[in-house]
């Protein structure tokens, strides 16, 4: 990666103009400037860049007070409703995808500069929200919280394509980018469907044999990445508390 020569300057888009696949990470996202910049890009020349926004739903130090002689508190929907993640962020990005305002209007207004058309036309793009919980160790590796981790998963493999939302009956899925298997009893048919999927990029395989999960990485595809659950995750939670 090349670097700008000293003293030249260089516009902060210039890095991502020439990415059109391009993933940025905003992780002090505010009022969503960031992400509405990269919809407008991906629209001026047919790009697929992805906008990760990372922001906490902290509230004005005046409203703070206000609320507190209210008798409510941090947690309180009254409360939450009012930070900048719920009541700025999440409002923005929606309307300018849409092209309408919470009450379901028409924005007002006109983009420029590159290209000119109304903001009521919105963009051609997708968003997801989620909301940062802790789950219980125990709860993860008992297979108890898949359902609160599986976007996770769907992320960690670009966030394209189907997501896995439910631990699957029949022992193993595949959606567009990543499979999931969960019954290793099941393992051939899973492989032979991954094999299958030209697009998959990771497999993700529950289990707490070593053994087992090194044969069934020796079995897919060598442009699949195998990830054993939830081995991975509990060993990010035990470093990030420091045990």
């Given at each position: 990666r090349s670097l700008p020569e000293p003293g030249r300057a260089v516009r902060p888009d210039a890095y991502v103009l020439t990415k059109p696949q391009a993933i940025i990470l905003d992780f002090f996202s505010g009022s969503g400037t960031t992400a509405h910049a990269v919809m407008r890009l991906n629209r001026q020349d047919g790009g697929r860049r992805q906008c990760i926004s990372v922001t906490n739903n902290e509230v004005a130090a005046d409203e703070q007070a206000e609320l507190?002689?209210?008798?409510?508190?941090?947690?309180?929907?009254?409360?939450?409703?009012?930070?900048?993640?719920?009541?700025?962020?999440?409002?923005?990005?929606?309307?300018?995808?849409?092209?309408?305002?919470?009450?379901?209007?028409?924005?007002?207004?006109?983009?420029?500069?590159?290209?000119?058309?109304?903001?009521?036309?919105?963009?051609?793009?997708?968003?997801?929200?989620?909301?940062?919980?802790?789950?219980?160790?125990?709860?993860?590796?008992?297979?108890?919280?898949f359902q609160r981790i599986a976007p996770l998963l769907w992320m960690r493999?670009?966030?394209?394509?189907?997501?896995?939302?439910?631990?699957?009956?029949?022992?193993?899925?595949?959606?567009?980018?990543?499979?999931?298997?969960v019954d290793l009893d099941r393992a051939a048919a899973f492989c032979d469907a991954a094999a299958a999927q030209p697009t998959l990029r990771i497999a993700y395989v529950v289990t707490d044999d070593d053994r087992r999960f090194q044969a069934v990485a020796r079995a897919l595809?060598?442009?699949?990445?195998?990830?054993?659950?939830?081995?991975?995750?509990?060993?990010?939670?035990?470093?990030?508390?420091?045990?």
């Open positions: 507190r002689e209210a008798g409510l508190r941090a947690g309180d929907p009254e409360w939450e409703k009012l930070g900048i993640c719920d009541y700025i962020t999440k409002p923005r990005i929606a309307a300018a995808i849409t092209g309408k305002t919470p009450d379901g209007e028409a924005i007002k207004g006109v983009y420029k500069f590159n290209e000119k058309f109304p903001m009521a036309e919105g963009f051609e793009e997708n968003a997801e929200f989620f909301t940062l919980t802790y789950e219980a160790p125990v709860a993860v590796s008992h297979n108890l919280a493999a670009g966030s394209e394509g189907r997501r896995i939302d439910d631990l699957p009956a029949a022992g193993w899925d595949v959606a567009d980018t990543y499979g999931l298997l595809p060598d442009s699949v990445e195998p990830v054993r659950l939830y081995e991975s995750y509990l060993s990010n939670f035990r470093f990030s508390m420091g045990r």
